[in-house]
């Protein structure tokens, strides 16, 4: 139904001027300084392209959604978001390129914009990636423009390429109409001072995984990893005041997706290769790897072809230990058609769940003995996993798996 509107998310990581919270905040203060000395001011929001291999947008779509809405007297959003906070522009026009550079931020210089969005005001409607969630569900895919359907929107949804032509089920005004005042000029109750208190001084809680990467996720990790992000949201509390639990809840999550990760890879790939012949128990929490069957009660095993158990980290982490594990095999030879994957499980992974003692603190969560570990080594495992600050162990999974070559993705 119309109105049709604008969705994009933008990535939180790429900001370059920390005195900022994220982009949409200084974009937010920059419009808003604009329209001080001069109302009728404007602001571009680019979408940079990401990858020359992506299917080219069509500008005269945009461009007509505009004036569809112009001629039924209604504004035109632009829904932005990193899935904390979700702002929405007023759009005025969509264009290839831009006449007055000095109308749009210093972050877009040196960078391929693929479509600018003129926008005349600016506002936040939340920030908090619970309520962000709620909002995006009634941002919805159903047009002439695609040739499918998206019931919501949520962090990474398949189909994605920015931005989208959406629909709002809330059919939400959140404009004046023309020469009313700004909405950016009004006092907004969800922001910060400008200044200190939009500095990036917390941990970003998004667009750590890049979505190439994302989208090769088992579904169960994909809904996972999003539950986790918002428990560790939620753990952040209000006034200060932080929810240990919540916090402990989100670490175990994010280990227990390496778990499944790991035996939708390396497991599976056992199983392909050498399931007739390893032998596992059953009817426990968790399954074991035998090094022979000889000698034992086979009521109490099962081929691990026939198994459909999960084996935790301490059980993959043996088999890394010791590649001779099984006397019939090498498990350096198992693996010789996933060479990469290997390597870096045996030689980086091996050391991380070492090192970093996350089989350990897997079992302190569980058994909830964790309250002595102090808060930031606690988000430490979510660093290492996910990759703030680094490459990440579920990036690396993935791309060792499908050996996607990263020297080329950055190329591209």
Not at 70 to 98: A, F
Not at 169 to 192: I, Q, T
Not at 223 to 242: D, P
Not at 270 to 279: D, V
Request: with cysteine; charged share 25%; glycine share 4%.
């Amino acid at each position: 139904m119309k109105p049709y509107h604008f969705y994009v998310a933008f990535n939180p990581l790429f900001n370059e001027d920390q005195t900022w919270k994220t982009q949409a905040h200084e974009f937010y203060y920059r419009l808003k300084e604009k329209k001080l000395s001069d109302v009728s001011s404007h602001m571009y929001w680019g979408k940079i392209q990401i990858s020359q291999y992506t299917e080219p947008l069509n500008l005269s779509h945009f461009q007509k959604v505009v004036e569809e809405n112009n001629e039924m007297q209604m504004n035109t959003h632009l829904y932005v978001t990193d899935y904390q906070h979700l702002w929405v522009g007023k759009v005025e026009e969509v264009l290839q390129e831009i006449p007055d550079q000095q109308n749009t931020l210093a972050f877009y210089k040196d960078k391929k914009v693929e479509m600018w969005f003129k926008i005349s005001d600016f506002n936040l409607i939340s920030h908090s990636a619970q309520q962000t969630l709620k909002l995006l569900s009634e941002i919805h895919v159903d047009n002439e423009y695609y040739d499918f359907k998206l019931k919501e929107m949520t962090p990474f949804a398949s189909a994605i390429r920015f931005p989208m032509i959406v629909q709002d089920r809330s059919r939400e005004r959140f404009f004046g109409k023309h020469g009313e005042r700004p909405m950016v000029l009004e006092e907004n109750p969800l922001l910060a001072s400008q200044g200190d208190g939009l500095k990036l001084n917390h941990y970003i809680k998004s667009f750590v995984i890049p979505e190439e990467n994302f989208k090769l996720l088992p579904e169960i990790v994909k809904s996972q990893l999003t539950h986790a992000e918002i428990l560790l949201v939620e753990a952040q509390g209000v006034s200060g005041k932080k929810d240990r639990l919540k916090l402990e809840q989100a670490i175990l999550t994010y280990l227990r997706c390496l778990e499944i990760l790991l035996n939708e890879t390396f497991v599976v790939h056992l199983r392909q290769e050498e399931g007739h012949r390893i032998w596992v128990t059953k009817d426990a929490p968790y399954a074991k790897f035998m090094r022979s069957a000889l000698d034992k009660d086979k009521k109490s095993l099962v081929r691990l072809k026939e198994s459909k158990d999960y084996f935790n980290l301490s059980q993959i982490k043996m088999l890394l230990d010791t590649p001779s594990f099984f006397p019939h095999t090498s498990i350096d030879y198992i693996f010789q058609k996933r060479k990469s994957f290997w390597e870096y499980c045996r030689l980086e992974l091996r050391s991380t769940l070492k090192n970093e003692s996350l089989i350990d603190l897997r079992t302190h969560l569980l058994n909830h003995t964790a309250q002595k570990i102090h808060d930031r080594e606690l988000l430490l495992v979510r660093n290492i996993l996910l990759g703030v600050g680094g490459r990440g162990v579920f990036n690396e999974i993935i791309e060792s798996w499908y050996q996607i070559d990263r020297h080329n993705k950055k190329a591209a």
